[in-house]
């Protein structure tokens, strides 16, 4: 079960970065602040005194706290990552990025605080030994930013996500010891590690951990790593997970490896079993794109934070322990529908349906996800299946004696997105904008020469330092173009529709 404890509205752009110690919360945003909340026994979320920090002269990408929770990083377009104290809310140090003029994208302690990693847009990795906050050495990944970065459990790798769509692991002199080509097409955007080391295949001549990472081509992937006999590493694709339509912009494994979180531009945050690659949940209360997924390592507490400028808390109390009782439960996503039981394993018959093709039973299942279970009764009673759903008007509505004008709006609105959403299938690729996968309606042409949504390709371009969402290669300029032609030509389609 998860459940929406708590939403914080502190940044006024968007959310980019959450974090979460055993004691307190951090987020990070394009409004070049960093905020610090208590979060003790996933309490109330208070604001500190000291908050907002403001050290930085541009957007701040990432926040980590050290493993003790003493300090907290913030790294930041500014070429700088700096090192908070939490009790003081002051400034300890600020680390300026070799060469000092590329944004820092992403940074990461190791799990005993001797090390911070930070990964930047001109594709170089930086090590700083802490306490004496020196740079130890540096790397580069070609051209390409780097957009992930992650120490493993046992602190002797450490996993690197460009937007080349590379994984790569690298030893604490940085120097590569692995290099996983394509592994995410278009680009990854996080990686991280599982806490737990297991004693899987192999364990007897190494270390056995898995990394989760995902991309621009919509998907998570799990992998396992081990550590040969040889001093290598051998990496294995375990399992790819589709639970999302959009790219996925961050992931996060809860502090016992049990439970896989990620975010996605389809607006959606879900959560894997980790070990059997099942979806379990997925939470749409997110307006706009899902940036950022942290879990407590000490509670059973989950912070998201979106474009949509919140951060929203979640009570995450798995189902997994209830001594094998077989508890059914419906997981609606869009227009598919997905029966698992919670033991993750797929109910015989039921895999996936469309809308069409829905039963009353999900319609009233679909109506309890979208708060409108005031409604099941009525729609039980006048027998509304999936086909009749999506045949419903005002009028079926007034005839079902759904009175409230504003009920019925939105009734109609949740219509129309499922509507939406099983036309995919038949939408010519061409009208579905490139980084949202959704029906254009203000197309415009960008210096790649694709055409995207004009609200997507703005929030690309001021948070993907430039580059194009379909070559990973740097946009010649920002301007962009409307696409009148292709405007219309949607406009033609849909009154067809």
């Given at each position: ?10 940044h006024?752009?968007d959310?980019n970065?959450?974090?979460l110690s ?8 394009g ?28 957007g701040v ?7 003790c ?10 070429a ?14 600020v ?8 944004a ?8 005993d ?6 990964g ?6 930086a ?6 906050k ?6 580069t990944?070609?051209?390409?930013t780097?957009?992930?970065?992650s ?33 995410h097409d278009?680009?990854v ?6 806490p ?7 364990a007897?001549?190494g ?11 919509s998907?998570?992937k ?7 006999s040889t001093g ?6 375990l399992?790819?997970l ?20 990620s975010?996605s ?11 059997n ?26 912070a ?12 995450v ?7 094998g ?15 698992t ?6 109910a ?7 809308v ?15 708060g ?6 009525t729609?039980?009673?006048n ?12 009028d079926t509505l007034?005839?079902?004696r ?14 129309a ?7 995919c ?20 042409i ?22 194009s969402p ?8 920002t301007?962009?173009?409307p696409?009148h032609?292709?405007?219309m030509?949607?406009?033609?389609w849909?009154?067809s529709?």
């Open positions: 079960m998860v459940s929406l404890i708590r939403t914080l509205r502190g006024w752009e959310v970065w959450c974090a055993a004691t307190h919360l951090s987020t990070c945003s409004d070049k602040t960093v905020r610090v909340y208590s979060a003790l026994h996933g309490g109330g979320f208070s604001e500190l005194p000291y908050s907002p920090l403001r050290g930085h002269d541009y990408h990432c926040c980590r706290f050290s493993p929770g003493r300090l907290l990083a913030s790294c930041s377009t500014d700088t990552t700096v090192l908070w104290s939490v009790s003081a809310g002051e400034p300890e140090a680390l300026r990025h070799p060469g000092g003029r590329s820092v994208r992403v940074c990461d302690f190791s799990p605080g001797a090390h911070l990693a930070c930047a847009a001109d594709g170089s990795l090590l700083w030994a802490l306490p004496a020196k740079l130890l050495c540096t790397s990944v070609h051209e390409a780097v957009a992930a970065c120490f493993s459990p046992c602190g002797q790798v450490l996993a690197s996500g460009s937007t080349y769509g590379d994984l790569r692991l690298w030893d604490l002199d940085l120097n590569p010891v692995h290099v996983e080509k394509n592994a278009l680009g955007t996080c990686c991280c590690f599982s737990n080391m297991d004693g899987g295949e192999g007897t001549i270390l056995v951990m898995r990394l989760a990472s995902c991309g621009q081509d998907l998570v799990i992998w396992s790593l081990l550590k040969t290598g590493w051998k990496v294995k694709l399992h790819t589709r639970g999302q339509m959009a790219p996925v912009l961050s992931c996060s494994y809860s502090s016992d490896g049990q439970l896989l979180a975010g531009v389809d607006k959606t945050v879900t959560i894997y079993d980790a070990n690659a099942v979806l379990l949940y997925t939470l749409n209360q997110h307006e706009r794109y899902v940036t950022a997924c942290a879990f407590s390592p000490t509670d059973a507490v989950m998201t934070g979106s474009m949509d400028k919140a951060v929203h808390i979640w009570r109390q798995d189902g997994h322990s209830c001594q009782q077989l508890t059914t439960s419906i997981l609606i996503r869009q227009s598919i529908i997905i029966i039981n919670i033991n993750g394993r797929t015989a018959g039921q895999s996936r349906l469309m069409a093709d829905w039963s009353e039973d999900d319609v009233g299942a679909w109506l309890a996800e979208e409108l279970e005031g409604l099941t009764d729609f039980r009673a027998n509304i299946d999936g086909a009749e759903l999506l045949a419903m008007t005002k007034v005839e079902l759904v009175e409230s004008v504003g009920l019925r709006s939105k009734v109609l609105r949740k219509i997105e499922l509507k939406g959403v099983s036309l299938p038949g939408v010519p690729d061409e009208y579905l904008c490139p980084i949202t996968r959704e029906l254009m309606k203000e197309p415009v960008a210096a790649d020469g694709y055409s995207y949504e004009r609200e997507a390709i703005d929030s690309w371009i001021n948070s993907r330092n430039r580059s379909m070559t990973n290669l740097p946009l010649r300029t301007l962009l173009t696409n032609t292709l405007k030509a949607i406009g033609r849909s009154t529709q």
